[in-house]
C-alpha cells in the first residue's frame, strides 16, 4: 500500500550558483501584492517570485523561463530522495517562537484524511492550473497540519537541529529559516509510519490542493507518484500561530453606523489597552472596533441572530453574519491579519472590526464535521517560503 508521505527528488537553486538565499525566496503567490514582485525581482533576476506569478498573464513565458533556470543549472535536481526538516524563528508580539515540520510529498487520493477548511475561488484555480501546466512541478509547498502529535518529528527535530542546515536564511521579514536534508532511512521510516493514516488538516493551500488532483486525474499515466503534492507538515506546537484577520468596511454616517451597530451589540467606548484585556477575558463572541481615532468593545446582545452552533467558538462566523445585513456589496470590506497596517488603513470613513484570535481546537472540531470556514477566517504566521525546494514531475517511461 502507498504510504500517505513519501521522500523525493528535491529540485533546487544550486548552491554554488546562489550564495545569498535570501535575495531568491519569496512567500506564497496568494500574499505578493505587485510591489511585493517588484520588490523581490530588484533583489535579484533569479527571485523565484519569477516563475512563481505571472502579473502581465503571459503562463507560457513562466514556461520558458524555468526551462531556462534548468538548462543554466540555476536550479538543479538532487541526487538522493530525501525528506527536510524545516524550522523558522520568528518574534510576535515581542516573544521570540521557534515553528518546525517536515516537507515530503503528502498523498493527495485520501480525502477522508485530507480535511480542507476553504472554499475555493474560479480566479486562483485558473491561475495555479495555468502555472502547473506549464512547469509540471510543485513550486511551492502547502502547508499541513496534524491533528495529533508527531513524536517523531520532535525526535527528529532534537536530532538535526544540533547539525549544519542544508540552508540557512534571514527572509524579507527578518525570520530566520533553516533547512536539514533527512536521507537516512531509519530517520525517514520513522516519520512515514507515524503518518500513516494520519489526520490532516490544510492551513494553507487549498486552491493549489485541488489543482494539483484535478492534474493528477488528467494525467495520472504520464508521470510518475502524481497522486503526491509537495507538503509542508506540522502539528499542535507552540510555534503554530494562527492570526485573526480584522475587517476594515467603508460605512456611512457615524450616526446610521452606531445605530445600526446597537441592533445587534452593547457598545463601550475604551482605550485600546483595555479594549485588548476584555477581548481576552469574555469567552462568548465579542469584537473590537477602531472608527475614528477611537476604540470601541462590542458585545453581543442575546438572541440577535440565527447562528449555526456548530460554529460555536469561530468569531469570523459570527461577525460575517452581522456584516452581511450591513453591506451587500462585498467590496465595502477589506481585510488585513496585521492590526497596525489595518489601523492606519481606516479613514474617517472607515471602520475597522477587531477579531480575536482563532482557536485551532474549535477549526478542527468545524472542519471534522466536514463544514468550511468563511474566507478570511485564519492567516497561519509565518508563511512557508517559496524557493527553498521544489518538486518536479517525473515522465512515466513505461507509457
Not at 513519501?6 to 535575495?23: E, G, Q, R, V
Not at 521557534?98 to 503528502?106: C, P, Q
Not at 456548530?310 to 456584516?323: A, F, H, P, V
Not at 489595518?342 to 468545524?366: E, G, M, W
Amino acid at each position: 500500500m502507498k504510504s500517505t508521505i513519501k521522500p523525493f527528488i528535491a529540485t533546487h537553486y544550486n548552491l554554488n550558483f546562489i550564495k545569498d538565499f535570501s535575495k531568491v525566496v519569496c512567500p506564497p503567490y496568494d500574499i505578493i501584492s505587485k510591489e511585493d514582485f517588484l520588490n523581490f525581482q530588484k533583489k535579484s533576476e533569479y527571485n523565484f517570485c519569477n516563475i512563481l506569478l505571472s502579473l502581465d498573464g503571459d503562463y507560457k513565458k513562466i514556461g520558458i523561463k524555468f526551462k531556462e533556470w534548468l538548462d543554466k543549472k540555476i536550479l538543479i535536481d538532487d541526487d538522493t530522495e530525501s525528506l527536510y526538516l524545516y524550522e523558522q524563528k520568528f518574534s510576535f508580539n515581542s516573544k521570540k517562537i521557534t515553528r518546525f515540520g517536515i516537507i515530503s510529498l503528502l498523498r493527495m487520493d485520501r480525502k477522508n484524511l485530507i480535511m480542507p477548511h476553504e472554499h475555493t475561488l474560479r480566479s486562483p484555480k485558473e491561475d495555479r492550473k495555468k502555472i502547473i501546466e506549464e512547469v509540471n512541478a510543485n513550486l511551492s509547498p502547502i502547508f499541513m497540519i496534524s491533528f495529533k502529535k508527531i513524536k517523531s518529528l520532535r525526535r527528529i527535530y532534537f536530532k538535526y537541529s544540533k547539525k549544519k542546515p542544508f540552508l540557512n536564511l534571514v527572509d524579507y521579514e527578518n525570520n530566520l529559516n533553516r533547512l536539514w536534508k533527512i536521507s537516512n532511512k531509519k530517520d525517514i521510516e520513522c516519520i512515514v509510519n507515524e503518518l500513516e493514516n494520519r489526520k490532516l488538516l490544510i492551513a494553507d493551500g487549498h486552491h493549489r490542493f485541488e489543482v494539483a488532483y484535478e492534474f493528477y486525474k488528467k494525467n495520472k499515466n504520464k508521470f510518475k507518484n502524481l497522486n503526491y503534492i509537495l507538503s509542508y507538515i506540522t502539528d499542535l506546537q507552540k510555534g503554530l500561530l494562527v492570526l485573526p484577520i480584522h475587517r476594515i468596511v467603508s460605512v456611512d454616517l457615524d450616526e446610521n453606523f452606531f445605530e445600526k451597530l446597537k441592533k445587534y451589540f452593547y457598545i463601550d467606548k475604551i482605550s485600546k489597552k483595555d479594549l485588548f484585556l476584555r477581548l481576552k477575558e469574555r469567552k462568548r463572541f465579542c469584537c473590537g472596533l477602531y472608527k475614528s481615532s477611537n476604540f470601541y468593545f462590542l458585545k453581543l446582545k442575546e438572541n440577535k441572530l440565527c447562528l449555526d452552533k456548530r460554529y460555536n467558538g469561530l468569531d469570523s462566523y459570527t461577525l460575517e453574519k452581522i456584516l452581511k445585513d450591513f453591506f451587500r456589496d462585498r467590496n465595502r470590506i477589506t481585510y488585513s491579519h496585521n492590526l497596525e497596517e489595518a489601523i492606519n488603513l481606516t479613514l474617517n470613513d472607515k471602520a475597522l472590526f477587531i477579531l480575536r484570535q482563532p482557536d485551532l481546537s474549535v477549526i478542527f472540531k468545524i472542519v471534522e464535521k466536514k463544514l468550511k470556514l468563511p474566507q478570511k477566517s485564519t492567516f497561519f504566521y509565518p508563511k512557508v517560503l517559496s524557493g527553498l525546494v521544489l518538486r518536479r514531475f517525473q515522465k512515466n517511461e513505461d507509457i
